[in-house]
């Protein structure tokens, strides 16, 4: 089975910044796609980042300038690094992984428990 720790998150005043981190462990042999979403209360999860094993990125529009999102492959983790925080970027951030080969098994993904961020005005 895999798992996925995440780091980082906590009380961010705005215009600041974070860090978040997030591990995955496990026998793994390879993990497609990485990524970081989040959820507000009373909305739908949405996606933040996310990154191919290749280095393809993809943002959401409200991060678009504001996040970088890297991985490292030999060490299966992720990283979210978000600068000019909002109130609104106040959200439980969930780590993502998609495409995960674990020994003899393909799964199309597994997410991490979340971590609180709360931007305060």
């Known amino acids: 089975q895999v798992q996925l720790v995440e780091s980082g998150g906590g009380l961010v005043q705005a215009g600041g910044s974070l860090n978040l981190s997030c591990a995955a462990s496990?026998?793994?042999?390879?993990?497609?796609?990485m990524g970081w979403y989040r959820q507000a209360p009373g909305k739908q999860r949405e996606l933040v980042a996310a990154i191919t094993s290749g280095g393809s990125t993809n943002y959401a529009d409200s991060v678009q300038g504001r996040a970088t999102i890297s991985r490292d492959n030999a060490k299966n983790t992720v990283h979210l690094q978000m600068n000019s925080l909002k109130p609104e970027d106040t959200a439980v951030y969930y780590c993502n992984t998609q495409g995960v080969r674990s020994g003899n098994y393909y799964y199309l993904g597994f997410w991490g428990q979340g971590t609180q961020v709360t931007v305060s005005s």
């Open positions: 496990g026998s793994i042999f390879s993990i497609n796609v």
